[in-house]
């Protein structure tokens, strides 16, 4: 079994794969609070419950891949794999990890590793070009080149910070649950601001993704677009431009980079 951790600013999503399967999953707080011993009885609660795993913390499991956009988290991960699961091999994605994706941007290294990890499911499982549109914290939409090559970007905010502000900011706004409101036009103000942010964003995805793929290929429709992300069924029905869904997309990232760097340990 192969254990991936893909550590995202607002949450932690966890995937076991057995050969190419992913056969269980787990959505989780980010919390950089958290020592490597809490993440260790985090993994051991979670992980105790699947018939396929063992009692003790390790049992099962031959291998862990990991992503992480929170540094504190990524050492503590570090120390989890070191402490609790040292005869395991692990694969932290970091500068030197094997990708198979050139990153043609200006500085390689600031390059979030969730988005490279997209790259690398998008390519082997959609090919060049593609585009990826994250809906997480941000929402990011990365590009990828008919080679193959990770080209560059866009980063907006995301839908949760979008509705948190518009509850602190407005002074007769409140927080709201994201949900599709009855109709467009809102007949109270919290369908009114549910309409603005579902339809606010699927207008936002199309349009920027009209433009990138005018700039990533000669035609357009030959670029797949693929969402992916906690909030993405949210905006899938109002999107025009989406081809393919795909949730766990970074968790078989990690699995591919996972194999392609294993056998050099």
């Not at 009692?55 to 992480?68: K, M």
């Not at 599709?180 to 601001?193: D, F, H, L, Q, Y």
């Not at 603005?196 to 936002?204: H, K, L, N, T």
């Not at 949210?234 to 795909?246: N, P, T």
Request: hydrophobic content about 45%.
């Amino acid at each position: 079994m192969l254990l991936t951790i893909d550590v995202g600013n607002t949450h932690t999503v966890l995937g076991l794969f057995d050969g190419e399967d992913i056969v269980e999953h787990w959505r989780i707080s980010t919390d950089a609070r958290r020592t490597a011993d809490e993440l260790a009885v985090l993994l051991q609660g979670l992980m105790g419950m699947h018939p396929l795993l063992g009692d003790e913390l390790g049992d099962g499991i031959d291998g862990i891949a990991i992503c992480a956009t929170v540094p504190s988290v990524l050492h503590e991960l570090r120390e989890v794999t070191r402490r609790y699961y040292g005869d395991v091999p692990a694969v932290l994605v970091e500068p030197g990890v094997k990708t198979g994706v050139p990153i043609l941007t200006d500085n390689p290294k600031e390059v979030g590793a969730d988005r490279i990890i997209n790259a690398v499911a998008a390519v082997e499982l959609y090919g060049g070009p593609a585009i990826v549109v994250d809906f997480g914290t941000a929402t990011t939409f990365d590009a990828v080149s008919a080679r193959g090559e990770y080209v560059g970007g866009v980063i907006a905010p995301g839908i949760e910070i979008s509705v948190e502000a518009l509850g602190v900011k407005g002074a007769q706004l409140r927080k709201i649950e994201v949900a599709r409101p009855r109709s467009v036009i809102g007949k109270n103000t919290v369908e009114a601001m549910q309409s603005g942010i579902i339809y606010g964003f699927a207008g936002q995805v199309d349009g920027v993704v009209n433009r990138m793929a005018r700039e990533l290929a000669d035609d357009a429709e030959d670029v797949t677009v693929i969402a992916t992300g906690g909030l993405a069924p949210m905006v899938l029905g109002e999107s025009s431009v989406i081809d393919e869904h795909e949730p766990w997309l970074t968790l078989i990232g990690l699995r591919l980079v996972y194999e392609r760097n294993v056998s050099r340990m």
